[in-house]
C-alpha cells in the first residue's frame, strides 16, 4: 500500500491510501437518516425528487494501542467530509455516474488517540441533479437521501458503519433554488447559530439511531453491504488526491456604511441587487484583516482581488454580531464591468450568518474566482472583523519536473499559462472552468488531457477523462457532458463531441498503449462512429447532422453536406483502426477502413481549385463559398493530396484573409441577439465569405496548428500561439474562452502548451505506448530552448541551440535534423549537429 503525502484543506498532511488490497464485499452497511419506507411497489422503479440536505453521521471508536495503519474506506451519495477527532481527512467521493460510484481509502492511524476517538462524516445530498452530481434510480431510500457506507480496519478488528451509529439533520446549511444554465454549481447557506463550533467533533445538537439501509426490490434479499444496487460494485478512486496552495487576497476596499438593506433569499441576487448602490465610494483598506465598528444596523460592501483565478474552498474568520450576514458573490471580473446576460451569468456564491461567537467559514463547494464581492449586514450595534480571508485551492495535482524554457520570454510565459488553466480545469475531473459551470465537458477535455500528457508525469486524470466520459446513450453516442444534469436529462448532445472522444482515446493509444483502457472503451468508440452512417450521402459525406453541431465557437458552417464534419469522422475512423489493429480486431479495423476509402473518394467534392482551399459545406448539391481555417482539416485527416497542402497552409494561415467571427459571443461577453439568430437560423454573415476565412477560436486552434506541423510549417505554429498573448495582460496568467469574449481560465483554449512540447521541442511518440519517440525540433524558430515531457519510462529532456541537439531519452528516438535527415539512436545521452551525426543510423 502507498500513502500519499500532500496539501490538504486543512494544511495537515494528506491521508490518501493508494491500492490497498480491499474484497470486494463490504463489511460496512449503508446507513441513511431515516428508516426504509413500507413500500409495496417491489420493482423500485425509477428516480424520485428530493430536496437538498446535509446530515452529521458519528460513531465512537475505543483504541487500546495504536496501530501502525488504520486503512479506512468510504463513500456516499452525493458527497461526503471525513472527520476523525475534530481533524479532516479527506472529501469525495469523485464525480461518477451513480451505477459507477466510487469510494476513497485513508489511512488515518496518524489522527487516532488511545482510547476514545470521535469519527464524524458530513454526508451532502443535492436532491436534484446539478452540474457535476445527478441522482440513483430509486430503491427503498437510495436515489430520494444521503447514504454512507464506511469500514476501518484495525488489526483483526473492524470498525464499520451500522446500527450503532448516530445521525443529526445539520439544518444549519440550506441551498437557494438554481436558476438558470450557470446556475448548476451549488449556492451555500450556512446559518452558525444552528450548530455548535465543536460539530466537526461530533457534539452538541439532537442525534438519533442511523438507520441502516436495505435493498427493496425483488431478489435484493435485503442486502446492506456493498456491492448492492443502485450502486453496483463500488470502485476505487481513479485519481490522486486533490489540494494545492491556500491563497490569500492581494487588494481590497470598502464601502462606508448604509441603512440595513432587506436580504433576499439568494446570496446572489443580494449581492447583485445591492452591489452598485453601496460601493460608490471605496477606500482600501487592508485584505488579510478587515474591521469596522456600527452604532446600528448597517449593510456594508468589500471588495476582494486575489489577483489571479483560483479554484478551491473559500474561508474566513469572524468577529461579528450574533445574526450578521456574509454575501458572497464570487467573480471571474471585476464588479466595474457589466456581467454577462441572462442564463449565462455566473451564479456562484455563499453565505454565512454568524453565531456571535467562534464563528470560521469553510465553504464545503468548490468555487471559482478572481474576485469576492461581499455585502455584510450587521443588525445591531458592534464590531465586525473579517480575518484570514482564502482560497484553498482543491485541484488535482501536476507530478514531476517537465518543463520548457528557451530565450523567449513570450513563449515561456505561454507554456506556464496553460499548465495554469488546465490546473484550474483538472478537479476531480476535466471541466471547462471553474468559475461558472465545473461541468465535465466530452469534448472540451481533450485539450486537457494533451496538456497533462505532455507536462505531468501522473497520467491518471487523462485515463480518467476517456473512462469517465464512456457513458454513452442507447444509440451510442455520448453525452455532450457527463455527470450531473445534462446527462441525467438525457436530451440532444453535441455530435462532434464524441469525435473529440475518440481522439482522446488514441491519445491513451499513442501515449499508453493501456490495453484494459482501449479494451474497454474501444467498444463505445465503434458505437460513436457507427452512429454517423444513417447520414453518409452515397457519395460517402456526412450531412445534415441533428443535435447540436458544433466544433467550436467560431462562425464555421455545419449545416448540410459538411467538409468539416467529414473529415473529423474519417481521422476517427483512421484513429479507431489503429486501436482496433492494435487490440487484433482485424475485422473493426477493415470496417473502418473501408469506410474511410469511401469518404475520401467523395471528398474530392468539397474541394475550390481557384482559391487553393476545401469550402465548409454545400447546400441542396451548391457548393457554398465560405472557407473557413477549420476546413483545413483535410490535412490531419489525410483526404488532402500532398500536393494541395501547401495550398492550402497558404489559405488558412494567410493573416490578410483572417477574420475572427463567432455565432454566438463577441465584444466581451456571450451575445443574446446572436445566439437568438443562431437557434432561428438566421445568422450574421458579416465578413465577405469569398476573400476571408474564419480563424479558429482557441479550443479547436488545436487541429490547425496539427494540419501546420503535418505541412511541415512549425513557425506558423509559433506566429500562431502568439495571439495567446492577448490573455495574458493586466497581470491574468491564465487563458479565455474565446478570443476577446468568454470565460478567463478555459481549460479547452491551452494547446499552446501541448504545441510548445510536441510541435516546437518536437517530442511525440513514435510507436504505440511511446516505447520510441520522434524528437523533431523546430530548427531555426527559436534561438534556444530546453524541454523536458514524460513518457512512461521517465522524460525526455532536449536541449536546441541553432541546429546543435542534445538529447537525454530513456527510451529509443529517431531524432529529424535540420537538413530533414533521420537518424535512430538507443535510450540514453548524446549530443547532435549537423555536421556530427555520431551514434545514429
Known sequence: MTRTAAATLTGTPEYLLENHPWARQWRGEWIGQKPVPSSKDRMARGARTAPFSRHLYRSTLTVDTLPTTAPLRLTADSRYVLYVNGEEAGRGPVRSQPRKLHYDSYDVAALLQEGSNQVVVLVTYYGAANSFWQPAAGTGNFGSTGVLALEMQLGQDWFVSGADWEVQHATAWSEPPRRGFAGGVPVEVFDARLLEPEWKEGTGGTWSAAHVQPVVHLSGLGATRPPSDPFGALLPRPIGACG??????????????????????????NVRTLWHGLTSAMAEVQPGDVGFDVTGPVTRAISFDFGRIVAGHTAFSLEAPAGTTIDILYREAPDTTPETAGHHAPRTGARYIARGRDDTFVAQEINGLRWISMIITVPHAGTVRLSNLRVREYLSQRTGTSYFRSSDAELDKLYLAGI???ALNSLDAYVDCPTREQRSWVGDAVVHQMVNLTTSEDWRLPHWY???????????ILPMSVVGDLEHSQGFTIPEWSLYWVHGLHNIFRYTADRDTLTAAAPTARRILEWFVPYLTDGGLLANLPEWTLTDWSSIFLNGESSIDTAFWAAGLLEYADIAEFLGNAGDASWAKALYVKVRTG???????RRGTYIDHIVDGTPQPAASQISGAPITSGLAPAHRISRVIDWISNPVRQVTRSWIGGNGTYDEEKIARQIKGDRLVDWNTESETVVAQPFASFLVHDAYAKAQRPDLILSSIRR?????QDGWDTFGECWGWGTPAHGWSSTPTRDLIQHIAGVAPAEPGFTRAKISPAYGTVDRLEASTPTPYGSIEITLSGSAVTVNSPIQYTLVHADGRETHHPAGRAER???ALSGGN
Do not use: C, H, K, Q
Open 244 to 269: 494545492g496552495d491556500e491563497v490569500a487576497p492581494v487588494a481590497a476596499a470598502m464601502g462606508n456604511s448604509r441603512p440595513l438593506a432587506t436580504a433576499a433569499e439568494d446570496p446572489v441576487d
Open 420 to 422: 495554469r488553466t488546465v
Open 466 to 476: 476517456i473512462e469517465l466520459a464512456n457513458s454513452p446513450r442507447p444509440d451510442g
Open 603 to 609: 471528398y474530392e467534392i468539397f474541394w475550390d481549385e
Open 724 to 728: 495567446w498573448s492577448t490573455f495574458l
Open 833 to 835: 549537429t549537423a555536421a
